[in-house]
């Protein structure tokens, strides 16, 4: 892949992760970070690592991220219009931020030289040789994901199921579609009445 094309994939995927931690608005949030794990497909198919990013794009922004806004708009989930307010959240959100960025710092001064970088097997990023070590090293992580996740699926239903009110007993009559006319009515005799 070519430094320039590399540079400006890279750059986007910043300016869309600041978009995920910035926006208010949770949906704007979750597709900033659906054009992040994009980014991040496209620029494993540029290194090389093809069926690595479709797997990117296909699960996580196929399966994954929708399934974030399904549960978004199942808990009718709002901007907060008090975020300004939390003084405490701001602190550990700094605190957390001042750590990744010394975790970084630690990360790159230990990489090693280029002389030093081993060279790739052949077969990496191919099916086959992802399906050996899914189904042979982390099987058991692959199937306890797996499991995590369709729990939270079956959490966000129990949370966003709305319990509907008792309905009102009706003694039973004839069925009447609304479209039905209404049935005839007798004509009454006065005269009748009257004697």
């Known amino acids: 892949m070519p430094i320039g094309i590399f540079a400006f994939l890279a750059a986007l995927a910043l ?18 970070l659906a054009l992040v794990l994009i980014d991040l497909g496209v620029i494993f198919m540029g290194l090389g690592a093809v069926t690595v990013g479709f797997l990117q794009i296909i699960v996580y922004v196929g399966a994954i991220m929708v399934l974030f806004l399904f549960v978004i708009w199942l808990l009718n989930i709002q901007a907060d219009p008090g975020a300004g307010r939390h003084l405490g959240l701001k602190l550990f959100g700094s605190i957390a931020a ?16 280029i002389s030093e970088i081993r060279t790739i097997p052949a077969d990496f990023g191919t099916v086959a040789s992802l399906a050996r070590y899914l189904f042979t090293d982390y099987l058991v992580a692959f199937e306890v994901t797996s499991i995590l996740l369709l729990a939270a699926i079956v959490g966000a239903i129990a949370l966003a199921r709305r319990v509907a009110p008792p ?13 039905s ?11 009748r009445e009257s004697a």
């Open 15 to 32: 300016i869309a992760s600041f978009g995920v931690i910035l926006q208010r608005n949770p949906i704007h949030c979750v597709l900033a």
């Open 98 to 113: 001042a750590a990744m960025v010394a975790e970084f710092a630690v990360i790159i001064v230990h990489t090693p030289k």
């Open 181 to 191: 006319p209404e049935p005839p009515v007798a004509p009454v005799d006065r005269h």
């Open 167 to 179: 309905l009102a007993l009706v003694a039973p009559g004839p069925f009447r579609s609304a479209t």
